[in-house]
C-alpha cells in the first residue's frame, strides 16, 4: 500500500555541520509534505512544509527539497546545533488525514 | 501562540477497562485529529474529526474506540475496553483547513499504559 518511509534510522553530525534527513514517499496524490521535529516525550513539532507543485522551500536554517521524479524529500539543516537532536519524521497530506513515516534520530555531537 | 492540551498526561488502566483521553483543540481550528505511537515507533495516523463526525479513520480504529466532541472546546477518544496493545502515546491535533500542510498543531500527548 502507500506509505511514507526513511532511508536512514540514525544520523550523527558534528556541531556545526550541515545535517541532511532524507524520506522517501509513494503517495503521487499527496498535497503537501511536513517536516515534524519530535523531542523526547513531547508531541510533534512543525519545521517547514512544501506543497507539491513545488520542489524546495527554505526557512530559518531549513530547507526542504521535494523530487516528485523519484519520490524523495529531505530536509536540511544548516549550522546544526545541540538543541536540534531530536526524532525527525517526514509526514504528507492526503484525503482527510496526515501519515508519518518512520523517523530519523539525529544526534548533535558537541 | 494558541496550544493543543491534553489531558491527563499520562493514564494507568487495567485491561479491559474503558479510558476517555481528553483534548482542547485550538479555537478556531475546525478540524480534530487522534494519532498514537507506539514507543519507539512511527505516529500513526487514527481518525479525523469535521463538522461533528467522522471523516476518516484508519485500519487500528475499530469498533473500541470513539471520539466525540461534547461540548464546544473538548475533543475526546475513548477507548471502550483497552488492550495490552493499547499501551501507547495517544496524540490530538488540530488544523483550521483540511489541506494546510503547516497548520496543523499537535498536542504534547497522553501517555496511555494498559496493565
Known amino acids: 500500500g502507500e506509505s511514507v518511509g526513511l532511508h536512514l534510522p540514525t544520523l550523527s553530525v558534528q556541531e556545526g555541520d550541515n545535517s541532511i534527513i532524507n524520506c522517501a514517499y509513494s503517495n503521487s496524490a499527496s498535497d503537501y509534505f511536513i517536516w515534524y521535529k519530535q523531542e523526547s516525550g513531547k508531541g510533534p513539532q512543525f519545521i517547514i512544509d512544501?506543497?507539491?507543485?513545488?520542489d524546495k522551500r527554505q526557512g530559518q536554517r531549513v530547507t526542504v527539497l521535494l523530487n516528485k521524479t523519484v519520490k524523495h524529500l529531505s530536509l536540511q539543516i544548516a549550522a546544526t546545533q545541540p538543541g536540534d537532536s531530536a526524532v525527525y519524521f517526514c509526514?504528507?497530506?492526503?484525503?482527510?488525514?496526515?501519515?508519518f513515516g518512520a523517523g530519523t534520530r539525529l544526534t548533535v555531537k558537541p | 501562540e494558541p496550544e493543543v492540551t491534553q489531558t491527563p498526561s499520562h493514564q494507568v488502566t487495567q485491561m479491559g477497562q474503558e479510558v476517555i483521553l481528553r483534548c482542547v483543540p485550538i479555537s478556531n481550528h475546525l478540524y480534530f485529529y487522534w494519532y498514537r505511537q507506539i514507543l519507539g515507533q512511527k505516529v500513526e495516523f487514527l481518525v479525523s474529526f469535521y463538522n461533528n463526525e467522522i471523516s476518516e479513520k484508519s485500519e487500528i480504529f475499530d469498533d473500541q474506540f470513539s471520539v466525540e466532541r461534547p461540548d464546544g472546546s473538548n475533543f475526546t477518544l475513548k477507548i471502550r475496553s483497552t488492550k495490552l496493545e493499547d499501551s501507547a502515546m495517544y496524540f490530538c491535533?488540530?488544523?483550521?483547513?483540511?489541506?494546510?500542510?503547516?497548520?496543523?498543531?499537535f498536542g504534547p500527548g497522553t501517555r496511555l499504559t494498559v496493565l
Open positions: 509526514a504528507e497530506t492526503a484525503f482527510n488525514n496526515m501519515r
Open positions: 512544501i506543497r507539491s507543485n513545488m
Open positions: 491535533a488540530s488544523s483550521e483547513a483540511r489541506l494546510a500542510g503547516g497548520g496543523w498543531v
